[in-house]
């Protein structure tokens, strides 16, 4: 009940394209979605979050659905860029208190021009 | 730059041996999670640190054990290495409870068991 399905593996876009990573949780009590990017080399870094009281957030070309009544959400990448290619893992926490993040197995994207 | 450090960046090791990974969490913060990359596959929860204690413990292996001292940096102790110990191993660190969610990573440390 603790795991994040994470979809595709790995995804190419060209570039300009959407680029579009599904995630989906079982367990109801988490409230806090965040979208972690990492680069080769690099630890994950924090990129978007949503919490439930939402259906989508944006930030920039970075945008997040969310499906409460489905448990899944989404990251969606808008005119993809090259330097977006890096790994994103999607996770799912309960907010507030000694906080454990559960992750989604990370999809590898890469951005062709 | 996260604010979170961690040494070693690389550590090349024998089979059987043990090493010890460092951590030192960003100002402020009191919680320490230590996580697992093996090679093209996900972050693997270990265990979590709250202000000294032990909060929280994933699929962290007995012969792997980890502390948070009271300046708050931890470590993360790995022994009887197997080969398929290596791994990245990162440090992340968040503020306290009922402030934010976000945990902030370390770059990591890369362990090479031959």
Known sequence: QQQ????????IVQKGGISIINCAYENTAFDYFPWYQQFPGKGPALLIAIRPDVSEKKEG??????????????LHIMDSQPGDSATYFCAASVSGGYQKVTFGTGTKLQVIP | DSGVTQTPKHLITATGQRVTLRCSPRSGDLSVYWYQQSLDQGLQFLIQYYNGEERAKGNILERFSAQQ??????????????????????????????????????PGTRLTVL
């Open chain 1, 61 to 74: 070309r970075f945008t997040i659905s969310f499906n409460k009544s489905a448990k899944q959400f989404s």
């Open chain 1, 4 to 11: 994040v399905k994470q979809s595709p593996q790995s995804l």
């Open chain 2, 69 to 106: 001292f009271p300046d708050l940096h931890s470590e993360l102790n790995l022994s009887s290495l197997e080969l398929g110990d290596s791994a990245l191993y990162f440090c992340a660190s968040s503020p306290p409870p009922w402030s934010t969610d976000t945990q902030y990573f370390g």
